[in-house]
């Protein structure tokens, strides 16, 4: 099955939804949407946004916050004419319930995080949408979009650069 935003809905988190069963098969990112992204939220550190389903209920996540990371290291396309650090929306937190897996929704979560960089990017500068994937199939996914891993970095830094944010 498909998932369609016609069906579902993502929004910014709130208490009232239900991510206490959420199970993406990472207990670090589990434990951070049910610990850690309502707090984030309240300090400005982060801005998680959650995919629902009709009852509420948490199948997929997402956070934004603002990062930066040192020319040094960066292909010399994305160095050039850049400031030192170079900005970046940074892309972390990414989750999708083990139960809504291989459907579309990993998808559609990207989607919506191009939308609202394209709209952040109207009010703040930054040089690329960052990412840093946890493993080998996370590059894959994000590979698939257009994000390139940045050769030397560590953690694994993959960068999409704003102007082709689809």
């Known amino acids: 099955m498909s ?37 984030n939220e309240q300090t400005g550190d982060s801005r998680t946004f959650v995919y629902l389903d009709a009852q509420n209920r948490v199948i997929a996540f997402y956070a934004l916050t603002n990062g930066a990371v040192i020319r040094v290291g960066l292909t010399s396309s994305m160095r050039r004419n850049a400031p ?21 929704v990993g998808k559609a979560l990207m989607v919506d995080v191009f939308k609202r960089a394209k709209l952040i990017g109207q009010h703040t500068g930054f040089r690329a949408l960052g990412t840093n994937p946890i493993d080998v199939p996370a590059q894959q996914f994000y590979t698939k979009f257009g994000f390139r891993l940045m050769p030397g970095i560590s953690p694994a830094l993959m960068l999409l650069r704003r102007r082709n944010i689809p």
């Open 3 to 39: 998932h369609t935003t016609t069906t579902t809905m993502i929004r910014p988190i709130s208490p009232n939804h239900v991510f206490a069963t959420f199970d993406c098969g990472e207990p670090g990112l589990n434990a951070w949407l049910q610990h850690r992204a309502l707090a």
């Open 84 to 104: 030192d650090p170079v900005g970046l929306l940074l892309l972390g937190q990414v989750g999708v319930d083990v139960q809504h897996q291989q459907q579309g």
